[in-house]
């Protein structure tokens, strides 16, 4: 048996993390009306053609109008200026939410246009793919996959609590966590992640470009992740990186330094380098999976992570 967690709840902007929301949401009954606005008529033409939220609306001022929960659901770099389009039409004791993948800036951007008696809980779920647009989004993607609330100070506990529910309706797992601590986290490991695929599937096309070899068409396994990666949408990339910048180049100052030192270690060929780094990053991947945080990781890993756990490396 569901339960409905809010009235109405208003999605803006209808990409993959709206669509999939809106999906969740029907799966699990858990609202009762789900408006949504885009700001291009194809996409909302494309969402009323696929029948994604049960009404698309032609404003965002529209969509929001009696929503007890409006969740910003665009790049990170239009959160201030939709909120600030929205903020007039929010009904009283209403809560907004976004799903940014960066906190700190967003909360600078959004929270100043924020109306007295409107609670606003900023959230980020840790799910995703390189798909973007109405059509990409899928019940099944925030199962089992986390959900980081980052309530701001004198967030309403009654506004958080509720949120929690919406999200693990949906299938998520839900921690809350301060605004800064995630930008660094993400930065370690989403941010700086995708940054290092972006470069590297550019290196691997100009080094294609340069000797007619098929760097791409032979590519293993490790590459194909990072072209995946690589293929996610640039716009919302690009403000992520303008957004923390901050915290992406400190761990990307943190990366080079230990970039330098490989380099460095290869060029003098100290093999012993080379060995001693490779079986730390081992031990925390089998770590890893030993303490059953990697629920994508093949079983038969698990025999051999404890065998090394001696120290001696096969
Ligand atoms: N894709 C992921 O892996 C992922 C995961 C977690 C969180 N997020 C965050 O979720 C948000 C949405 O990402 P997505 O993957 O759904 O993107 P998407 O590109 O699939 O959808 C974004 C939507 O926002 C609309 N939009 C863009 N600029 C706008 C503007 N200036 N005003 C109004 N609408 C605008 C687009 O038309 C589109 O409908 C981003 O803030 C992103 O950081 C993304
Ligand atoms: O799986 C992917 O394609 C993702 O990149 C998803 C991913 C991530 O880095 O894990 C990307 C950005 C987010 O803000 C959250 C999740």
């Known amino acids: ?16 993390i709206a669509s999939s929301m809106y999906w969740a949401i029907k799966r699990g009954g858990l609202v009762g009306e789900v408006t949504g606005y885009a700001r291009s008529e194809a996409t909302r033409d494309k969402a009323r053609e696929i029948g994604l939220c049960d009404r698309v609306c032609v404003s965002a001022a529209e969509a929001v109008e009696g929503a007890d929960l409006v969740v910003l659901c665009v790049p990170v770099g239009a959160m201030g200026p939709v909120m600030q389009e929205i903020s007039g039409s929010l009904m009283p004791g209403a809560t907004v939410s976004d799903v ?6 967003v909360i600078e951007a959004v ?10 809980v900023p959230a980020h779920p840790l799910a995703g793919t390189e798909h973007s647009g109405p059509e990409s989004g899928f019940a099944e993607l925030y199962d089992n996959r986390w959900c980081l609330l980052v309530p701001v100070e004198g967030s309403d506990p009654e506004a958080v609590a509720n949120l929690r529910a919406l999200w693990e309706g ?18 370690v490991t989403s941010h700086t ?24 068409k032979y590519s293993a396994a490790g590459f194909r ?37 490989l380099q460095r270690a290869i060029r003098t060929g100290d093999g012993e380098h080379l ?18 945080q990697d629920t994508d990781a093949p079983d038969f890993g698990r025999g051999q992570a404890v065998a090394t756990t001696s120290g001696q490396e096969k």
């Open 1 to 16: 048996m569901s339960t409905q967690i809010y009235n109405r709840v208003a999605l803006i902007g209808l990409g993959l």
């Open 100 to 105: 940014g993948s960066v906190k700190r800036n």
């Open 111 to 120: 929270q100043p246009h924020i109306p007295a008696g409107v609670h606003f």
């Open 170 to 187: 949906m299938g998520a797992n839900v921690d809350e966590m301060d605004a800064d601590h995630h930008d660094l986290v993400l930065a």
């Open 193 to 216: 992640p995708h940054l290092i695929a972006y470069t590297m599937v550019g290196v691997a096309d100009d080094l294609r470009r340069v000797t007619d070899s098929e760097v791409i």
């Open 225 to 261: 992740d990072f072209t995946r990666i690589a293929a996610s949408d640039p716009t919302m990339w690009r403000d992520v990186f303008l957004s923390n910048k901050e915290a992406t180049l400190e761990i990307l100052g943190r990366f080079t330094e230990e970039l330098f030192a």
């Open 275 to 292: 060995h001693d780094y490779f079986t730390h990053t081992r031990a925390i991947r089998r770590g890893i999976i030993e303490a059953g």
